[in-house]
């Protein structure tokens, strides 16, 4: 881009964004981009709205890195919002885009500073930091993010294959089936924040950690990451929900955008969209704070749904349940729902989850396919006694599902599934496959929508349980939710 063009962009912005909107800048050479260059540019970020870089170009003084590589390497950094090569003189370039504010390091404060002038013309700020001696690099954090970096080499179970007679084979056949799948996924909406903290140290006025913000990230979750999920392993996916009128909602929306998934929202202005924020420091979580109502949707709403699922449904080869019982379905539009399936011959599987919420997963009966955890099956058992194998026996002759896959977390999943002469329940088990999980969230959601994409491919249980403890251990082994590819999954196969 040329100046003129950088200039325009920042004109679009301010008027977009109005008077209030402060943009920062900062300038350098940036020849390695090093701990102390981080701590300048988050503590810009956070004085500003829109934080802006300039790289100075091959002719600066100093320059040792290539200008393309070095203005690369600022691009990458998340808290960096618009960077570009700086091609004239810095003064004419502060005048051109007119920054509320300039940040300098520490060790410019003492010295003659050629913005001044130019900034004071105008009401421009200049401020010196070196950033934050606590700061804790981001590039390490969102490592553990990323699903490029963060992953992979799961663990496999070779036995469990050959007992099922499943080969590399088979599983590329059901995954090229993927893309001709055509699924709506319903269930609740949340927004899952992580909020990345160094820990300051413990209060002296009484024994409470304290701690500071470093990075704070949104990730679509609930049954929003489920249809994203489903999306990313290559299904035309619809999503059907119903979230509160707010940022979140807006910012969802553009999310579904950006991941493909076709989503209809209705809104409700008696709750907000379901927000569950995580403090995190060094890789633990140390508090969740969740705001929500758990009310059920009106009438209106349900017929809505209802309403929509009815117009899709002869096209559908899979419809999702995804439950988290925050009152986005009631159990009158689930036995809707399912009537309605149970006429057309869909293929239908449900989650239900009770973790800090009480729900009751056997209201969904004669399903395909259900994924519950053991407290989950034993809540809807009210047993507390009695087996694995028994609770999940006690679970199928209450709801009457195809195949149950029972996780248990670090031990792995118990799969229980129907003879095909329903004479009696056959179980296996397959260990968790990530050995070093860095996120237990969504574990289950990964595993859900990938085993029973699986079983509508035409997969067996076996087939797909393995399929879906794949997709589990690459989701556990990032932090926050980011929609699985089908690629991902080859990988982890060892398919290509």
């Not at 890789?283 to 349900?302: P, W």
């Not at 289950?444 to 997709?471: C, F, H, K, N, Q």
Request: glycine share 8%; charged share 20%.
């Amino acid at each position: 881009m040329t100046p003129k063009e950088h200039t325009a962009h920042i004109k679009a912005l301010r008027s977009e964004n109005g008077p209030d909107f402060k943009i920062g800048m900062v300038s350098g050479n940036f020849n390695v981009v090093h701990p102390g260059h981080l701590r300048l540019l988050k503590f810009a970020a956070d004085c500003c709205d829109y934080l802006v870089v300039v790289v100075n170009d091959d002719r600066h003084p100093g320059v040792l890195v290539p200008a393309q590589l070095r203005l690369e390497n600022i691009v990458a950094i998340s808290f960096v919002d618009y960077a570009f090569l700086l091609e004239e003189d810095l003064t004419a370039t502060i005048d051109a885009l007119r920054p509320d504010l300039v940040i300098k390091g520490k060790e410019h404060q003492n010295v003659p500073n050629p913005e001044s002038d130019i900034l004071s013309q105008y009401g421009g700020k200049l401020l010196f930091s070196s950033g934050d001696a606590i700061f804790s690099s981001i590039d390490l954090i969102q490592a553990e993010s990323d699903p490029k970096k963060s992953l992979h080499n799961l663990k496999a179970s070779p036995n469990f294959l050959q007992r099922h007679q499943i080969s590399t084979e088979n599983f590329s056949a059901i995954l090229n089936k993927f893309c001709d799948l055509n699924v709506l996924v319903v269930g609740d909406l949340i927004v899952d924040e992580y909020i990345t903290c160094d820990v300051l140290g413990l209060s002296r006025e009484d024994p409470t950690v304290v701690v500071t913000p470093v990075l704070e990230q949104k990730f679509i979750g609930g049954a929003g990451i489920v249809a994203s999920h489903a999306h990313g392993l290559g299904a035309n996916t619809t999503y059907v929900t119903v979230c509160g009128d707010d940022r979140e909602a807006k910012d969802s929306l553009e999310k579904f955008k950006e991941y493909g998934v076709q989503a209809f929202i209705g809104r409700d202005g008696s709750r907000p969209t379901t927000l569950k924020q995580r403090y995190r420091s060094s890789g633990k979580t140390l508090l969740r704070v969740s705001k929500l109502k758990q009310h059920a949707i009106d009438q209106t709403l349900q017929d809505e749904i209802f309403e929509t699922f009815q117009e899709r449904v002869d096209s559908l080869d899979l419809l999702v349940f995804s439950d988290f019982n925050y009152g986005v379905l009631p159990q009158s539009l689930v036995d809707r729902m399912i009537a309605l399936g149970k006429e057309k011959n869909l293929l239908m599987v449900a989650d239900s989850q009770s973790s800090s919420q009480i729900g009751d997963i056997s209201r969904f009966h004669d399903m395909l396919l259900l994924k519950p955890t053991e407290i989950e099956a034993r809540l809807a058992i009210q047993d507390h006694d009695v087996g694995l194998v028994g609770a999940a026996e006690k679970l199928a002759n209450k709801c009457n599902p195809s195949h149950i896959l029972l996780t248990m977390g670090a031990e792995g999943t118990l799969i229980q599934t129907l003879h095909p002469d329903k004479s009696e329940w056959m179980t296996d088990r397959l260990p968790a496959f990530c050995d070093a999980p860095k996120d237990p969230a969504g574990a289950g959601d990964a595993m859900l929508v990938t085993a029973s994409m699986a079983l509508a491919a035409g997969a067996s249980i076996w087939e797909a349980a393995y399929i879906g403890s794949v997709a589990s251990g690459c989701q556990v082994a990032t932090v926050g939710n980011r929609p699985l590819s089908v690629d991902t999954i080859r990988h982890e196969l060892g398919i290509w």
